[in-house]
């Protein structure tokens, strides 16, 4: 049988429910620009009801309601959508962490311009040509060397330039691991919070977004699988190896390769590379494109030097024709050793001129022996070192020889061209990438995200469930008050 306070406490239970709602739907409102924080909802469920009154308690069916309860405060979130914005955001890393690389070289290199290397080498071109025409005139000497000076000096620049982006790059690696290392450990930690509260039956989904945040992240730098274990933890491995068991994080350091003086990655002591996410997209760049980069130039810088400097030591200067003998200086040394008759530049970091050319114009070799090797003065080795720009070198499988058949200008032409067909090729699939992550963020964001004017009708529902909870309690108050204070007076 019914208690005579029964509609009391089913108010009461209407009252409270409808409060944990409207608690609820405030602390939804409060953060609604939090990033990560997910929407959550009060579940409430009628309570187990009681037999109907009646002189025979067990004859006639019906149960009479007890009211409402708040069973769980959900948190609104769609598991296989993390998974697809996980998937995709390490895609969007890997081509962002490419780009940024070439996006760096097309700087440097900056082609086509007035500037660039190919302008340089160019006006170097035609400046041999303009001395074939009076190989005695001492302002043409002097525009010759200041013109190939320039272009040793843009190899060398550019080359410096690139080895810086290296280091860069090798400073990102070091950076970054020590951010994975941190995620892990923050990571094991939101576990180790949440296993102390589950077991007591809380639902910490405060905590669980702060663990989702964390995970958003780490998926962008490196592969990440989640999986969900006991106690509301999760385990987390990175490019399929152990990163996150539990309550421990398996630690992420770099160390410095003796070979190469790079930095190395390492996971719980042992080596770790990256295959994708922006980690993967940094160390490609670091380890192919930029030393592929570097190995293009310092073949162009080779083969043009050695063209030149053979054609040069087989000429004779004014110098040579005043004192009747040939020196046969290469026009380019290296600038490790600077000597008249030293090496031949061994890349485009290392292009010097001739110190001999340096100190005298009279040192440049214009022209060519006379039969007998008589050092008489003409114009043919000038006009032989202005027709390299068209010569086609041939192939070969040295370490400084052309991969293919080509002139030094069509080599230079390709190398460019293909830098910047790689970099449209980071460049679009980074925005697809990056489209596909917002898609799939803005569907997740329909389930998770919070929308104030939703979470303002339903603070009205709640509010008006709530004042009429109230008001029926206020009319069960009275006619208590009537049946206590009212009833059995008559008469006195």
Known sequence: MRSTFHGLEVSKRGLFAQQSALNTTGHNISNANTEGYTRQRVNMQATTGLPYVGLQAGIEPGLLGTGVQAVSIQRLREEFLDIQYRNEYKRQGYWEGRLETLEKLEGIMNEPSDTGL??????????????????????????????????????????????????????????KALEINSLGQQLANLNNQISNVVPHGYQPNDLYDQRDVLLDKLSKLVETRVTQTTAGMVNVTIEGRDFVTGVTSQP????????????????????????????????QS?????????????VLAVNLTKEINDLHRQGVSLTDIKNGTAQGLPFFVDSSSLAANGDYPKGAGTISINPEILKSLDAIAAAKPEAGGTPVGNNESALAIASIKFKVLAAGTGPNDLPESSTLDNYYRYTISQLGVDAQEAER?????????????????????????????EMVKFQHAYNASARVMTSVDEILDKIINGMGIVGR
């Open 252 to 283: 992420v350091a770099t160390q410095q390769n003796p070979a190469t003086g790079l930095s190395d990655m390492t996971l719980g002591g042992a080596q770790f590379v990256p295959t994708t996410g922006y980690m993967a997209g940094v160390l």
């Open 286 to 298: 670091r380890d192919q494109i930029v030393p592929n980069m570097l190995k293009r130039l310092d």
């Open 118 to 175: 190919q302008k340089v080498m160019d006006q170097m071109w035609q400046a041999w040509q303009d001395l074939a025409k009076d190989p005695t005139d001492t302002s043409a000497r002097a525009v010759v060397r200041e013109r190939s000076k320039a272009v040793a000096d843009t190899f060398n620049t550019l080359t410096n330039h690139i080895q810086e982006v290296r280091t860069d790059l090798d400073n990102v690696v070091n950076v």
């Open 429 to 457: 699939n980074q925005l697809n990438s990056e489209m596909l992550v917002g898609t799939v963020d803005n569907q997740r964001q329909s389930v998770s995200g919070v929308s104030i004017d939703d979470e303002m009708a």
